[in-house]
């Protein structure tokens, strides 16, 4: 619930940035729309915690077989995402990775649970899995991943 409200207090300047010369109802539209992504970002943060620790526990030599499969879906090797010397490729592989896992985790559990309820979303079929934009989920991830290493200092 503290990701929730944080989110919806940090799209606030985003919302008023946006809703210049519009009408109330356009306004009441954008402030809809930027409330669900917050509250979307803030729930698949949750649930991609424990993604984020395998990814951060994982080696070139060896890593969970969630995120294996991620990066075979990708395209690619958890060796060479970790090994790479450019900053950019790590850190970016590392959260489209992370995305990707996640992703397969919520298809995951629609297909055992049948839906996958949230605050304000619910996931019935891997097609509204499908539909989560790669934005929202690797969001999402960032701010685990920033979350446990704020956590970590403690």
Do not use: W
């Amino acid at each position: 619930m503290f990701l929730v409200s944080f989110f919806k207090k940090v799209f606030s300047p985003i919302i008023n940035f946006f809703t210049s010369g519009k009408t109330k109802e356009e306004v009441k539209k954008i402030a809809h729309i930027a409330n669900l992504t917050a509250s979307k970002i803030a729930d698949l943060a949750n649930v991609a915690m424990p993604i984020i620790k395998m990814i951060t526990d994982a080696t070139p030599n060896k890593a969970d077989d969630a995120i294996l499969t991620a990066a075979h879906s990708l395209g690619t090797t958890v060796a060479s995402i970790l090994s790479s010397t450019d900053e950019i490729t790590r850190d970016g592989g590392r959260l489209k990775l992370a995305a990707e896992a996640l992703r397969n985790h919520l298809i995951e559990l629609v297909r055992t649970r049948g839906k996958v309820e949230f605050q304000d979303f619910t996931l019935r079929t891997m097609e509204d899995v499908m539909s989560l934009p790669k934005g929202i989920l690797m969001s999402a991830c960032q701010d685990a991943y920033t979350i446990s290493n704020e956590i970590k200092k403690i």
